[in-house]
């Protein structure tokens, strides 16, 4: 098995630089795009979570066993996570997201306004839906609100892609159901 | 009725990554990374600070290996150094009191012979 194939947390046993290189064309770019693109986390600072991330994951991946590849991914994720975490504690003045929906809500109707209250009322009501969610809709949920096309979403879920549409309103029904009994 | 309080797309998303931040949500943080990684990087990074990285991580392997084995070998070898040369320094001190005090005994025990002898 070459290194192109090989899971990553194999690669190691070799040689520790080949490690580092191949976690960073396979995570760290991806990392990098993710931090800037979705967290709005400024280049510097987007460099500095990714050598944090890949430092720490070369320090202590051998006190673990991985099932697959997508076990390993999940472990360099969490790491990131980790550390985005921290950046955000330490930097409190960034905003990491904002609530201005102006894409799909008509203003004109809409009742609620987005106080810091409400805010945290409807994280309430997404988290219940989310922890009754099965996997595959909490992937359809988490991919289509990221704006991701239903032909995209249907290679990583096993429905048909003219389903998910209808799919994905059901979701954001039964949440806005939820909203309003409780709002 | 659903009209009201509609819940928007980047409104589910923003929720969706405050979840993330916030909670310790296993399934949630396993389909994100599922997410990130299956699909292509949108920014491209710099060829020249892509370099710099691996630069600076490759680097660190003398750190680690100087934390991971030549620190703590070197403080051991402190340690018992410093011990060794306590331990010795000690049993040569009491040794060279111990002959003292045998050679005072003994010139004290000539001198109350040559005393006793004169008088």
Do not use: C
Not at chain 1, 137 to 150: D, K, V
Not at chain 2, 63 to 74: C, Q, V, Y
Not at chain 2, 80 to 95: A, E, G, H, W
């Amino acid at each position: 098995m070459n290194k192109s194939t090989q899971e990553t947390y194999h690669l190691a046993e070799l040689d520790r630089n080949s490690f580092i290189t191949v976690v960073y064309n396979r995570y760290g770019k991806k990392l990098y795009s993710y931090a800037i693109k979705s967290w709005n986390v400024n280049e510097d600072a987007a460099w500095d979570l990714i050598y944090k991330t890949i430092y720490k994951v070369t320090e202590v991946y051998r006190n673990y066993k991985f099932e697959s590849e997508e076990k390993f991914a999940s472990f360099i994720f969490k790491i990131f996570i980790n550390y985005l975490r921290n950046h955000y504690r330490d930097n409190k003045t960034e905003r990491m997201f904002e609530f201005t929906a102006m894409d799909d809500v008509d203003l004109s109707t809409k009742k609620i306004s987005d106080t810091p209250e409400s805010s945290n009322k409807k994280l309430i009501v997404l988290n219940e839906v989310l922890d009754k969610m099965e996997d595959w809709e909490r992937m359809l949920l988490l991919m289509r609100s990221e704006g991701r096309a239903y032909s995209e979403i249907a290679t990583y879920i096993d429905k048909p892609e003219n389903q998910l549409k209808v799919y994905y309103q059901r979701l954001k029904e039964q949440i806005t159901k939820k909203l309003n009994e409780r709002l | 009725m659903s009209d009201y309080n509609n819940i928007s797309d980047s409104e589910i998303r923003s929720l969706l990554k405050k979840r993330l931040l916030e909670q310790a949500d296993d399934n949630l943080l396993e389909a994100e990374a599922k997410m990130v990684f299956a699909s292509e990087a949108l920014i491209v990074p710099s060829t020249a600070k892509e370099e710099e990285l691996i630069k600076k991580l490759t680097k660190t392997k003398f750190k680690l290996t100087f934390k991971k084995w030549i620190l703590p070998s070197a403080s051991v070898i402190t340690i018992l150094s410093v011990l060794t040369y306590y331990t010795f320094n000690k049993t040569n001190l009491q040794t060279a009191s111990t002959i003292k005090n045998k050679l005072f005994q003994r010139n004290r025990a000539i001198k109350n012979f040559q005393m006793t002898n004169w008088s």
